[in-house]
């Protein structure tokens, strides 16, 4: 099984910071690598898709970019909105999937 | 546009079936390409994914789980359903349906089901 790692596993920022994620896979997936928000009581959010392409509707504040087995998702400007948990998602095989443990977003 | 939404009991016995439901509007649950998933969520943990079935019956685990799950399509009913057998308080959570879609040369879970919470206990 491939395993995904976050770091961090939480971050204190304030409203305008830029924000980076990384996330590592055990072995290399390409660019099979999503990123989705999770923010309490609502459903997650897909992001970024492909290591790269942004989810139709998502700001372009957010960024992914990866390949292989290392990967980030980037927030250019932190908005009120995205105080949240993000997870990274291999889907480097649609039949074995496996997310990583989760990075918190919280206010400084 | 496609919605989910997750259906069944909220409390469940210990060692007794957790059984969910997840009714697709708004587009058919036949299609050649993408998978129905279900991801489940325990509090203060993170994302787990629990299995994917397609339309055609063919299914797929988590292998920590899959002695345990049974995943099923209703192609009459526009529904996927699970079932957790032998259940015990680690299986409380917030159990999540969703579409593992293709599109671009990428799998990705879009859309999402609200979610329900379902609690192990006596």
């Known amino acids: 099984d491939i395993q995904m790692t976050q770091s961090p596993s939480s971050l204190s920022a304030s409203v305008g910071d830029r924000v980076t994620i990384t996330c590592r896979a055990s072995q290399s997936i390409n660019i099979y690598l999503n990123w989705y928000q999770v923010t309490p009581g609502k459903a997650p959010k897909l992001l970024i898709y492909g290591a790269t392409s942004l989810q139709s509707g998502v700001p372009s504040r957010f960024s992914g970019s990866g390949t292989g087995t290392h990967f980030t998702l980037t927030i250019s400007s932190l908005q009120p909105e995205d105080f949240a948990t993000y997870y990274c998602q291999n889907s480097h095989s649609p039949l074995a999937l496996s997310f990583g443990g989760g990075t918190k977003v919280e206010i400084k | 546009q496609v919605q989910l939404q997750e259906s069944g009991p909220r409390l469940v016995k210990p060692s007794e079936t957790l059984s969910l439901t997840c009714t697709v509007s708004g587009g058919s649950i036949i299609n050649n390409i993408d998978y129905w998933g279900w991801v489940r969520q325990p509090p203060g943990k993170g994302l787990e994914w629990i299995g994917s079935?397609?339309?055609?019956?063919?299914?797929y685990f988590a292998p920590s789980l899959r002695s345990r799950v049974t995943l099923s399509v209703d192609t009459s009913k526009n529904h996927f359903s699970l079932k957790l057998t032998s259940v015990t308080a680690a299986d409380t959570a917030d159990y999540y349906c969703?579409?593992?879609?293709?599109?671009?040369?990428?799998?990705?879970?879009?859309?999402w089901g609200q979610g329900t919470r379902v609690t192990v206990s006596s």
């Open positions: 079935v397609h339309h055609t019956g063919g299914t």
């Open positions: 969703a579409c593992y879609h293709y599109s671009s040369g990428s799998y990705y879970f879009d859309p």
